[in-house]
């Protein structure tokens, strides 16, 4: 293959995962705004400029466009620790991999949410009690969890099949996530929407300290 040939290949990828991004955080804004049911898959497409064929080559359904955000943040977490120091305390590594997946993405800043951060918490918790993103919500959660026990497993030297440390870490790690977002969306007054940070470092930190009894 030429060096031009893998240019172009390199391009075309990299133009597919801009598409991908940029569908999904259409479907996430346009679902909080007018609600998940009021929302159709020419309405996502027609936000980003493709058509709705486009749409259903990246994705079957709106839910799982939505949760796409979601699955590749915590796909990249892997990828993140996989690249921290070997010498870093793993709890260290997983907080600065996490933390660096709630960062202000380029889409957020394109197109902020909505400027009532109570308006966009309400909708999110709309958004995310519908039965249809919940099972992509387990779906996502389960991908991401396999993968990031596997980059626990090449990180402490185990294994991810036989061994069950890696994925406690991995549960672990998905669990504090989780339970960062729904302590986020409960919050009164609601918090800004980069807001679950502190809450992610304040898991980890639990968890890496043992999780003692407050």
């Not at 493709?50 to 359904?61: D, I, K, L, Q």
């Amino acid at each position: 293959m030429s060096t031009e040939d893998g240019a172009r290949i390199g391009l075309r990828e990299r133009k597919k995962r801009e598409t991908r991004a940029a569908l999904s955080w259409a479907a996430v804004r346009l679902a909080v705004e007018r609600g998940f049911d009021n929302v159709r898959v020419d309405d996502i497409a027609e936000a980003v400029g493709v058509s709705p064929r486009t749409f259903n080559n990246y994705f079957s359904s709106k839910a799982e466009a939505i949760v796409a955000r979601h699955l590749d943040r915590c796909l990249r977490v892997a990828e993140e620790l996989r690249r921290r120091p070997t010498t870093e305390p793993l709890w260290d590594s997983i907080t600065h991999a996490v933390l660096a997946q709630f960062a202000l993405t380029p889409e957020i800043t394109a197109n902020p949410p909505m400027a009532d951060a109570q308006q966009w918490v309400a909708g999110v918790r709309l958004m995310v009690a519908e039965p249809a993103m919940q099972g992509e919500f387990l779906r996502a959660g389960a991908i991401a969890e396999e993968e990031l026990a596997v980059a626990v497993a090449e990180r402490t030297g185990t294994d991810a099949e036989r061994d069950l440390y890696p994925r406690l870490v991995a549960g672990a790690v998905m669990a504090a996530t989780n339970a960062a977002m729904q302590h986020w969306m409960r919050a009164d007054p609601p918090m800004e929407p980069l807001g679950i940070a502190p809450l992610l470092s304040e898991a980890f930190a639990q968890f890496a300290a043992g999780l003692p009894t407050p």
